[in-house]
C-alpha cells in the first residue's frame, strides 16, 4: 500500500472511497467509480442503509454520507488509485445525524465554548497492539478455544526457540524485536497523510508494540486513531501477520491500554500548567475531578472500556488503573501527571481506557466528564482521589458501568443524544450477556 496526501486533482484519481464510522467507531466504505464522481456528489453525498451500522432501525435507516475532503487521501495498490474520504452523515433532512461519531465529537468541542472554558482540546493518544503471526478461534455448542502464534515465543511452533520472556519485551532491540520494520511501513505511511507519530517501540509483551502519536485536537485525534487502527491493520496483512487492539487479548500477560494524554487551551495557551497540586492550576484540577468522579460511578468507562475483555485488562499488577487515583509520574494511577514534564508542558493523562472504545465517543465523554468537574470546582483532594493508600475501585465489570451510564448521564447530555446513549447500553448489555452465560475452558478446568 502507498498513501499520501490528496492535492485537490480527481484527473488521476480512479475511484472515490468514502469511509463511514458506524456505532462501534469502525470503518465501513463504500466505493465510486470515476465516471460517477461529481461536484454534486461532494456536496449531497451518496444514501446508506444505516441499520447496518448499528445506528438505526431498518423502518427508519436512511442516511447521506457527505465526503470530507479536509480529511482525505489518496492510496495505490493493485494498479488503481483511490481517493479515501472520511464522511460526515445527515439525515435524509439535510441535518447533521445526531448519533454519529463525529457530530458528537464536534458538538463537544463546541460545548468548550459555549461554556467559555477554552476554545480546544488536545489530545495525546497511544496506540498499544498485539500481532501475531498465527490466530485461529472457534465458538460453538461442542467446542470453544483460541490459538495464537508469534516468532517472538508464543505458541506450539516457536516454544523450542530462543526468547525473551512474555513479561520483558518493553524496548526490545533487533533482532528480539521482530516487528520493527512493519512499525517503521506503518509510521511513514501516517506521516504521509499528516497522522503526527512522536514515537513507536516494543511493549512490555512478547509481540505486542506501541506508536505513540502526537497531540492534536479533538476530532482530528479520534480521526488519527481511527485511520491509524486501520494502516496498522493493513500494513500487517500485507506482511503475513495478524493485528488485535482488544484489551486483554493473552492471559496473565500485559493489556492493551489506550492511554490518552490531554489539556483545554485557550489562544494557543494550555489551560492546565499552575502552581496547584502536582504543578496543575485549579482548572486541571477541577477537571481530573471531573474525569475521576464518573469513572467511579462507571458512566465514564462505559464509554472508554465498553466490553467485556477491558475488565480482564483492568486488574492489579499490570499498570492497569483499577482505583480513582490521580498521581505524579505513577503507572498505577487511573490519573497520572508525567513527571519529566514541567512548566507550561504539564498536562495530565488518563491511563484507564483501552482501544475497545469508540474513540470519538471516548474522548468526547473524559472532556464532558473533565467540564463538569469544572462547573462544580470539583476538588480531587477533597475527595480522597490522592490518598492511594485508601483508593475507590472502579466498578470492574461491563454490566455495572452500564449500570453507572443509566443513572449516571447528565454531563453528556451536551453532545450525546438520549436515544444514543440508550442504544449503546442496548447493544453493550447484548454483547454481555453473550460472554457472560457461556461455560468457558477454564471453568471446564475448575468444575467439570
Known amino acids: 500500500m502507498i498513501l499520501k496526501r490528496y492535492s485537490g486533482d480527481l484527473v488521476a484519481i480512479d475511484f472515490l472511497d468514502l469511509l463511514v464510522l458506524d456505532i462501534y467507531g469502525g470503518l465501513r466504505h463504500v466505493t465510486v467509480p470515476r465516471s460517477y464522481v461529481t461536484p454534486r456528489l461532494f456536496e449531497e453525498g451518496i444514501g446508506f442503509d444505516a441499520s447496518n451500522f448499528g445506528f438505526a432501525r431498518v423502518t427508519n435507516s436512511d442516511m447521506v454520507a457527505v465526503p470530507?475532503?479536509?480529511?482525505?487521501?489518496?492510496?495505490?495498490?493493485?494498479?488503481?488509485?483511490?481517493?479515501?474520504?472520511?464522511?460526515?452523515?445527515?439525515s435524509t433532512d439535510g441535518q447533521p445525524f445526531a448519533q454519529y461519531p463525529r457530530a458528537v465529537a464536534r458538538r463537544t468541542v463546541e460545548e468548550l465554548a459555549i461554556r467559555g472554558v477554552a476554545d480546544?482540546?488536545?489530545?495525546?493518544?497511544?496506540?498499544?497492539?498485539?500481532?501475531?503471526q498465527d490466530?485461529?478461534?472457534?465458538?460453538?455448542?461442542?467446542?470453544?478455544?483460541?490459538?495464537?502464534?508469534?516468532?517472538?515465543?508464543i505458541g506450539e511452533h516457536f516454544y523450542d526457540q530462543p526468547r525473551f520472556g512474555i513479561h520483558k519485551g518493553y524496548h526490545r532491540l533487533m533482532p528480539e524485536d521482530r516487528y520493527f520494520a512493519l512499525r517503521n511501513k506503518v509510521v511513514a505511511l501516517m506521516g504521509e497523510i499528516d497522522i503526527p507519530v512522536k514515537y513507536h517501540h516494543h511493549e512490555v509483551g512478547a509481540s505486542q508494540l506501541e506508536i505513540e502519536l502526537d497531540f492534536m485536537p479533538?476530532?482530528?485525534?479520534?480521526?488519527?486513531?481511527?485511520?491509524?487502527?486501520?494502516?496498522?491493520?493493513?500494513?500487517?496483512?500485507?506482511?503475513?501477520?495478524?493485528?488485535?487492539?482488544?484489551?486483554k487479548p493473552i492471559y496473565k500477560a500485559a493489556g492493551n491500554g489506550m492511554h490518552v494524554h490531554q489539556y483545554l487551551e485557550r489562544g494557543g495557551q494550555s489551560l492546565f500548567p499552575g502552581d496547584a497540586l502536582f504543578g496543575l492550576s485549579p482548572l486541571a484540577l477541577h477537571y481530573t475531578a471531573g474525569i475521576l468522579e464518573h469513572s467511579l460511578t462507571g458512566s465514564l468507562l462505559a464509554l472508554t472500556n465498553p466490553s467485556t475483555n477491558s475488565y480482564k485488562r483492568l486488574v492489579p499488577g499490570y499498570e492497569a488503573p483499577v482505583n480513582a487515583t490521580f498521581a505524579k509520574a505513577s503507572r498505577a494511577a487511573a490519573v497520572r501527571i508525567p513527571g519529566y514534564l514541567k512548566g507550561r508542558d504539564v498536562r495530565i493523562e488518563f491511563r484507564t481506557g483501552d482501544a475497545a472504545a469508540n474513540t470519538y465517543y471516548m474522548l468526547s465523554a473524559m472532556v464532558l466528564a473533565g467540564l463538569d468537574g469544572i462547573a462544580r470546582q470539583a476538588d480531587p483532594v477533597a475527595l480522597g482521589f490522592d490518598r492511594t493508600d485508601e483508593a475507590?475501585?472502579?466498578?470492574?465489570?461491563?454490566?455495572?458501568?452500564?449500570?453507572?451510564?443509566e443513572k449516571d448521564r447528565d454531563y453528556l447530555l451536551p453532545a450525546f443524544p438520549p436515544a444514543l446513549l440508550d442504544l449503546w447500553i442496548k447493544v453493550k448489555r447484548e454483547e454481555a450477556s453473550y460472554v457472560y452465560n457461556a461455560p468457558t475452558p477454564q471453568e471446564y478446568e475448575l468444575y467439570f
Open 68 to 90: 470530507d475532503t479536509s480529511r482525505a487521501f489518496v492510496s495505490s495498490s493493485d494498479g488503481s488509485t483511490v481517493l479515501h474520504c472520511l464522511c460526515d452523515v445527515r
Open 135 to 153: 490466530v485461529a478461534y472457534a465458538t460453538d455448542f461442542a467446542h470453544s478455544y483460541y490459538k495464537i502464534e508469534s516468532p517472538e515465543g
Open 392 to 405: 475507590r475501585s472502579f466498578p470492574l465489570n461491563l454490566d455495572l458501568v452500564l449500570d453507572g451510564l
Open 120 to 132: 480546544a482540546a488536545k489530545m495525546l493518544v497511544e496506540l498499544e497492539f498485539y500481532v501475531f
Open 218 to 247: 479533538l476530532v482530528a485525534a479520534a480521526d488519527a486513531v481511527t485511520l491509524a487502527k486501520w494502516i496498522i491493520k493493513t500494513v500487517a496483512s500485507e506482511m503475513g501477520c495478524f493485528v488485535t487492539f482488544m484489551p
